[in-house]
C-alpha cells in the first residue's frame, strides 16, 4: 500500500515538471526569435482616400460566368433495346411503341431469357444520364449499369410481370 501511495504521488510532480519545462523552453524559444524584448508597434502609414465615381459597376451575365452543365440527352440518338421477360405476349413491341414516341431509336426488341426482379432500364456508363431519362420516360424506377450480355452503346430495357 505505502509503495502505491508513493506511485502516485511521484508521477504527479514529475507531470508539472515536465509540464514546466515545456514551457520554459518555449517561452525562450519566443524570447530569443522577438529578439529579447517585445516590439511596439510601428504606426501605419496614412491610407489616402477613395472617392465614389458615378460610374456604375458592371454586373456579371449569365455569358459572362460560365456554369458546367450535362450535355442535354438526345433522344433520337441514343440506341435502345426492349425485351419481354414476361409472360405477357407482346409486351415488348406495345413498349417500344411508346419508347418511339417518346423520340428514343428502337433498334431492337425481344423476349429475355433469365431473371429479373423488376422491370430495369440499364445502361453502360456513358448513357448513365440516358438511362435514367428513358426510365423516367417509361415509369420505371429501376435503373442499373449495363451487364454482360448487354451492349455497351445502347440502353437495355427488360421488362417484368410489374411493367404491365
Do not use: C, H
Not at 17 to 27: E, G, K, Q
Not at 49 to 71: G, Y
Not at 76 to 88: H, K, L, W
Request: glycine share 8%.
Amino acid at each position: 500500500m505505502a509503495r502505491r501511495a508513493r506511485e502516485r504521488g511521484v508521477a504527479a510532480p514529475a507531470f508539472v515538471a515536465v509540464l514546466s519545462t515545456v514551457v520554459v523552453i518555449a517561452a525562450g524559444v519566443f524570447f530569443v526569435s522577438t529578439g529579447g524584448a517585445a516590439e511596439e508597434p510601428t504606426p501605419a502609414a496614412p491610407t489616402p482616400t477613395v472617392v465614389a465615381t458615378a460610374t456604375p459597376t458592371p454586373t456579371p451575365t449569365a455569358e459572362a460566368t460560365p456554369t458546367k452543365r450535362r450535355p442535354r440527352v438526345q433522344r433520337g440518338q441514343v440506341y435502345v433495346e426492349v425485351y419481354n421477360n414476361s409472360g405477357i405476349s407482346g409486351l415488348a413491341a406495345r413498349t417500344s411503341a411508346t419508347v418511339k414516341g417518346a423520340g428514343w431509336q428502337v433498334v431492337g426488341e425481344d423476349n429475355w431469357y433469365g431473371t429479373i426482379t423488376e422491370s430495369t432500364v440499364y445502361f453502360p456508363p456513358r448513357l448513365r444520364a440516358a438511362g435514367r431519362l428513358l426510365a423516367r420516360d417509361l415509369g420505371i424506377n429501376r435503373v442499373r449499369p449495363a451487364v454482360d450480355p448487354m451492349k455497351l452503346d445502347r440502353l437495355t430495357v427488360i421488362l417484368t410481370a410489374d411493367f404491365a
